[in-house]
């Protein structure tokens, strides 16, 4: 069932929103060489527990980290740790939550490890863009797969792949709440978008196939082919005009 939020229930969202923006901000400033992803994580664990807050995804079905951190050829669900040092050159995609309030934030995005190529930014930038392609049509009265369509036929015509095994979700006082939001479909289908819907809406993008394999650690998640991934993720509240992006980075 599709919840919507009421006029408190999405001022805590909006709070929530940005703790879990300003952490992703913060994760994104410890990119650099030689910083582990594991010393990225407990910056980031630090920084929500210091506003009140929980990390969402520690502990989340057994993940073990406040953050999910991965690099290159990583997709989503890379485990931080203190053996993965980042190289120059590498894109280092940052996924967080933070609950506060009774309400989860969720948000990700990909960062670049000092100089990197420019096929690496080019992947980064249409990955970012194809979230707002998206979310054009996130208003009351659209469908649910307009915003797939979107993103899919924008990344298609960049000549990448959109990974289908994973989505993006409802989200609210359960960090994974329906409905379901692909990143690929037909405009027209789906679930008719409603004002105080909050979604979280996350392009994953591949270089190449949109194939995937999973790590025996039964968590990380990289590209079948080895090429590079990004993924980028925010929570959108639907209004009766534009949508409210709730993790938006402070200016």
């Not at 992803?37 to 910056?43: K, L, R, W």
Request: charged share 20%; net charge negative.
């Amino acid at each position: 069932m599709i919840t919507l939020k009421s006029p408190h229930e999405i001022d805590l969202m909006r709070r929530s929103g940005k703790i879990t923006a300003a952490a992703r901000a913060l994760a994104g400033e410890m990119v650099k060489p030689g910083v582990t992803t594991q010393e990225i994580n407990d910056a980031v664990e630090r920084f929500i527990r210091k506003q009140g807050a929980v990390p969402s995804f520690l502990h989340y079905n057994g993940y073990p980290a406040s953050a999910c951190i991965s690099v290159n050829d990583e997709i989503i669900h890379g485990i931080p740790s203190p053996k993965r040092v980042l190289q120059e050159g590498d894109i280092v995609s940052v996924d967080v939550g933070a609950y506060i309030g009774g309400f989860h934030g969720d948000c990700a995005a990909t960062f670049p490890c000092g100089r990197i190529s420019p096929e690496a930014r080019r992947l980064i930038d249409v990955t970012r863009q194809s979230f707002f392609e998206g979310i054009r049509f996130a208003r009351e009265g659209q469908r649910l797969q307009d915003i797939s369509a979107a993103v899919q036929s924008y990344v298609e015509q960049n000549g990448f792949s959109v990974v289908r095994e994973y989505v993006g979700h409802g989200v609210g006082a359960r960090m994974h709440e329906s409905p379901e939001i692909p990143n690929f479909g037909r405009p027209g289908h789906g679930p008719r978008l409603l004002r105080g819907m909050t979604l979280a809406v996350e392009p994953m993008v591949n270089a190449g196939s949109a194939a995937i394999t999973q790590l025996s650690d039964g968590w990380t998640v990289k590209t079948a082919d080895g090429k590079w991934a990004a993924h980028y993720e925010n929570t959108i509240l639907i209004t009766d005009g534009e949508p409210e992006i709730l993790t938006a980075p402070a200016i």
